[in-house]
């Protein structure tokens, strides 16, 4: 495998927008992959997979469409030691490509990215615009001083600046485009990105909430607010300070199980549909800080978990194959499947909308989401502390 088949994989899938294919073919991924990276076995567990032990494995992999954990646990585990969550990554190169096509970037304009990781993307767009047009934050030390190493090795020199991209950068403000690489969460978009980005400029990011991970939002910016829509799908790491909790789900699942205080019910509500798709992009818009899992077994039983750690609260919804209801199980303060099912309901009464109907206002006092346009605003209960919003789904917004 090598950077040209990547190249001709990504052209024949129409994956390589025209623009950005020169940089594409000169930076070389390889070059900015760590020697030791990260892949799930089959039991979900990071396993190592090493450049000296492994070289043609290790190539294969930097030179696939795949995206490639380039850190766990924030840079703690070493292994073999017990890991939590991959914490960086070099991103999928198509989904790359996608968003840097989103950007609509010209030259002559800068750029900040959030999120700077192995240098990759900042490489390209240094390509692209110049080093000089281009900084990159990122809030992990050694991956910013790994991300500058890879970058002078390559022959790039944009400023990549260890701090909170939150923060964004005002030093270089303001921007004709930010891109951010990891996540935020619905109702949680910095406004220092609305204030450092220049009237007309763009920001890009992927946007999501702890139930669903998530889509990606693109706003243009006018003075002191930024509107735009969801344009399409983009699963990403979440900014540090926006992380979900993470590990609870064996805990709160086995709690629902066992617990003697709760409720029990049925629903023709076909579980899946609440925690997967367009559906749980939905709900999860209504259930700020639920998490969601789903469980498969081979003989056709599927659960659906949900829960909220702050409140240890957990629902579940069990299928067995060929049942027309699902058993339901709630414990804990919130009724989570009945939220989760109100949610649902909501969203098909207004005729299942697919997350690219949604949009989003930020202002300098609040984030507002809207359905098709921008005055058709819809209630949530996002940002989570302090909420301008209401508590019910079918209000006429705020
Ligand atoms: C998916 S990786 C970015 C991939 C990167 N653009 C590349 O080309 O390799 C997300 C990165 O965002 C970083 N990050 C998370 N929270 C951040 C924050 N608040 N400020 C800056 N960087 C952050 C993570 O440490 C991680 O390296």
């Keep these: 495998m090598s950077l040209e088949d990547l190249t001709a994989t990504l052209s024949a899938a129409g994956a390589l927008p025209e623009d950005w294919a020169a940089a594409f073919r000169e930076v070389d991924r ?26 043609d494995r290790w190539r294969s992999a930097v030179y696939s469409d795949e995206p490639i954990v380039t850190q766990l646990d924030d840079g703690a585990t070493v292994w073999p030691a017990r890991s939590n969550a991959a914490t960086s990554s070099a991103s999928q190169p198509s989904m790359v490509l996608l968003m840097l096509d989103a950007l609509d970037v010209q030259p002559g304009q800068t750029v900040l990215e959030i999120g700077t990781g192995t240098g990759y993307n900042a490489a390209l767009l240094a390509h692209r615009l110049g080093d000089q047009r281009v900084t990159s934050i990122e809030v992990d030390p050694a991956l910013a001083e790994g991300a500058r190493a890879n970058l002078k090795a390559a022959g790039y020199a944009p400023t ?13 403000a303001p921007y004709d485009r930010i891109i951010s690489t990891a996540a935020v969460i619905a109702g949680s978009l910095p406004y220092a990105w609305v204030e450092q980005t220049r009237p007309g400029g763009l920001i890009l990011t992927p946007w999501g909430t702890a139930y669903h991970n998530g889509a990606l939002v693109r706003l243009c910016v006018h003075e002191g607010t930024a509107t ?25 699942g ?11 019910s049925t629903t023709d509500v076909p579980p899946h549909e609440v925690a997967t798709g367009e559906g749980a992009f939905s709900v999860g818009l209504h259930l700020p800080d639920v998490q969601c899992s789903v469980y498969s077994e081979a003989d056709g039983l599927y659960e659906v978990l949900l829960y909220h750690v702050a409140t240890e609260s957990a629902a579940s919804a069990q299928v067995t194959p060929h ?19 109100n949610a649902y309901h909501w969203w098909v009464e207004q005729g299942t909308p697919p997350r690219t109907r949604y949009g989003l206002t930020i202002t300098p006092t609040g984030q507002h989401l809207w ?12 940002p989570i502390a302090g909420s301008a919003g209401g508590d019910d789904l079918d ?4």
């Design 323 to 341: 049942a027309t209801e699902a058993h339901v199980r709630q414990h804990g303060p919130r009724k989570l499947w009945d939220e989760a099912e």
């Design 254 to 264: 086995e709690l629902v199980d066992t617990s003697t205080t709760a409720l029990e």
């Design 228 to 252: 735009g829509r969801v344009i399409g799908n983009a699963m990403f790491m979440r900014l540090r300070e926006q992380r979900t909790p993470f590990g609870h789900a064996a805990r709160l």
């Design 160 to 172: 990549v600046v260890c701090a909170d991209g939150a923060e964004g950068w005002p030093g270089g």
């Design 395 to 398: 209000g006429e917004g705020d």
């Design 371 to 382: 359905l098709d346009t921008p005055s058709n605003t819809i209630r949530w209960r996002y």
């Design 30 to 55: 390889a070059k900015f992959i760590p020697a030791r990276v990260w892949f799930d076995d089959e039991q979900g567990r990071p396993q190592p997979l090493d450049r000296d032990g492994e070289p």
